[in-house]
């Protein structure tokens, strides 16, 4: 065990010490006759502010919690030094963490990428073909690409302010709808348009984002507005940084129309002013955490957006309201200024209407910042260098031909999901027939990938810790098992020794999926299919998702997955299916539906 360290309490090493001379027996008669009855004075203090007492009984239910059984001497032993235990606890509780302190520390990707100094400059993104024409009305103008809007904002046929002012127009016009802002940013995405204009009539042009209208999800903290995280406890704070992201894209001519609305800390589409409705059913939720992002940018209400995932907030929204989503390789993007949700598994990503769009946004903000230690640097080129029919994509037979609506009871609902597996099928005869190299493979099958969430359950109880610890967890709107509330107290019983075992598990995991995509360079995935989601996320995998039809009125999608920070040939191949099909340009059905609603925020 080594020496004690110097600033170790001396009489908890004294009883160490001597208990080590006496057996288990005499240390428990001996506690029973100085009247303690087998309980000891913990020293910690409860909620309400009173001494508790540490019992055999309450060990003996702990040990039945971890799958552990300890006789009455063994607890006799433990109950001096679990009562230290809970004292340590309080202690350290004492110090005040804020949400942006990450614990020391750090994933390690079975991939490394090349170190920062071996990396050439950042190369600026180039638009791959000349846009269009203006359109004639305002409503075709709100749905073109960015590639498009640059072409026109740089040959000046429309301004920044112009499109600014249309995009924040639409954004009021639509949310009573969409319920998908949370905090309109119109008088910075002015100034940011004029500023934009100024610069462009000077010839100044910063790149293809130069006056192009975008959203940050309303985990992204921009000074001088609220930065809210979706919930209640939170809806009043302003934070004093600014997200590397925001500060990027700032840089790069960007205008900030608005904070989008996000599900409660990272989960839903339920915020404290709603739930965020999809633009094609807005009978039905947008799907979360991303979920006023995906809503804005499917509904033409602003040119790209911003959002996050840790298990599929991203993925998730853009499959539901059609939009492309792009989920980057962990550490690629600098989550400062970011909410921390699980320091191991976020990830801040783009969502657009193209896959070339995201690609140009991820230009911009990607790269290690020095700010967050898990940001690293790696080469990325727009228009990729490589030919993406010269790429060698994996898919797995089996994923395709499962039955999407086995089990499910709603015959609505199943035939809706077999319509989205044949959606699926007839990607992979797309791909083929746009030259792609189809090649089977097998996924990690090895280990257990659901109960490895225990991992993300961990992180994002120890970072809303004194959100429980205070009570205020119960101001959420979300009331229910499946709810942060009663997750974040659930997690306050994982072990350490089970969080540690469980991310030994995925280093093993993460070596399986190297050795799975040693011969491909990416593969093809149905969403929601299997564990891959999940399975992605743990081992920081990049993902892009695109729908890929339409099944009961309402979009589906497909998901590339591609080899750790392989974005360039991952952006490349969506952009293949893309051209090769139409889906992206659909527009969803939506009318507006009263004035913005604002009197139950």
């Known amino acids: 065990m080594g020496d004690r360290p110097p600033d170790r309490p001396a009489p908890r090493a004294a009883f160490r010490s001597a208990s080590a001379e006496i057996t288990r027996r005499e240390l428990l ?12 004075l913990a020293g910690a203090v409860d909620a309400a502010g009173e001494k ?16 552990q059984r300890y006789d009455d001497d063994e607890i006799a032993l433990m109950l001096r030094g679990v009562g230290e235990l809970l004292e340590d606890f309080a202690a350290i509780r004492e110090i005040d963490l804020d949400n942006a302190v990450p614990p020391a520390l750090r994933l390690q990707l079975a991939e490394e990428p090349p170190c920062p100094s071996a990396v050439p400059e950042r190369a600026e993104p180039e638009v791959s073909r000349e846009g269009p024409a203006r359109p004639e009305s305002a409503e075709d103008l709100a749905f073109l690409t960015i590639a498009e809007l640059s072409g026109l904002v740089r040959r000046r046929e429309v301004s920044a302010s112009e499109l600014t002012r249309l995009y924040l127009e639409r954004l009021e016009r639509f949310d009573p709808v969409l319920r998908c802002v949370i905090t309109l940013t119109a008088e ?13 009539a000077r010839g100044r042009i910063r790149g293809p984002l130069h006056g192009i209208p975008w959203g940050a999800k309303d985990l992204i903290a921009v000074p001088g507005y609220p930065t809210t995280w979706g919930a209640r406890p939170f809806r009043d704070q302003y934070r004093p940084e600014t997200a590397t992201v925001a500060a990027r894209l700032e840089r790069a001519g960007a205008v900030l129309a608005a904070k989008t609305s996000v599900g409660a800390l990272a989960w839903g589409d339920v915020w404290f002013g709603g739930q965020t409705r999809n633009p094609w059913n807005p009978e039905q939720g947008s799907s979360g955490s991303s979920a006023g992002s995906a809503a804005a940018v499917a509904a033409g209400l602003v040119g790209f957006a911003l ?31 970011v909410m921390a949700l699980s320091w191991s598994m976020d990830k801040v990503g783009v969502i657009a209407r193209s896959a070339e769009d ?21 080469s990325f080129r727009w228009p990729p260098v490589r030919d993406p029919r010269t790429l060698r994509i994996g ?17 609505k609902r199943a035939a809706r999901l077999r319509a989205w597996a044949e959606n699926d099928r007839s990607t992979l005869e797309v791909l083929r027939a746009a030259g792609i190299r189809l090649v089977e493979i097998e996924l990690p099958r090895r280990y257990p990938i659901g109960p490895l969430a225990l991992i993300l359950t961990a992180e994002a109880s120890a970072a809303f810790d004194e959100l429980t610890r205070s009570g205020r967890d119960e101001e959420m709107v979300r009331q229910e098992e499946e709810a942060w509330p009663n997750v974040f107290r659930q997690g306050q019983l994982i072990p350490a020794v089970e969080y540690l075992r469980a991310n030994r598990v995925r280093t093993l995991l993460m070596r399986e999926m190297e050795r799975a995509l040693a011969g491909v360079d990416g593969y093809v995935c149905p969403s929601f299919v299997g564990d891959d989601l999940l399975l992605t996320n743990l081992t920081g995998h990049p993902a892009v998702v695109v729908p890929n039809g339409f099944a009961g009125g309402t979009p589906t999608s497909i998901t590339f997955v591609g080899r750790l920070f392989g974005e360039e040939n991952l952006l490349a191949l969506a952009r293949v299916y893309q051209e090769a099909t139409a889906f992206h340009r659909r527009r969803p059905p939506l ?6 609603a604002g009197d139950d925020r």
């Open 29 to 40: 008669v001996r506690l029973s006759a100085a009247g303690l009855g087998g309980t000891m």
């Open 52 to 67: 508790t007492a540490v019992t055999a009984p309450m060990i003996r239910g702990c040990s039945w919690l971890i799958g």
């Open 188 to 200: 910075l995405a002015m100034e940011q348009a004029r500023r934009a204009d100024e610069e462009i």
């Open 307 to 337: 959002g996050t995932e840790t298990w599929g907030s991203i993925v998730s929204p853009c499959s539901r309201c059609g939009a492309t989503g792009l989920r980057p390789t962990f550490g690629r993007v600098s989550r400062h200024g």
């Open 358 to 378: 995201c690609a140009l946004v991820f230009s911009t903000i990607h790269g290690a910042d020095g700010l967050d230690p898990s940001a690293v640097t790696a």
């Open 395 to 411: 898919f797995v037979p089996e994923l395709f031909e499962r039955d999407r609506a086995e089990g499910v009871a709603d015959p």
């Open 591 to 596: 009318a507006a539906r009263g004035t913005r």
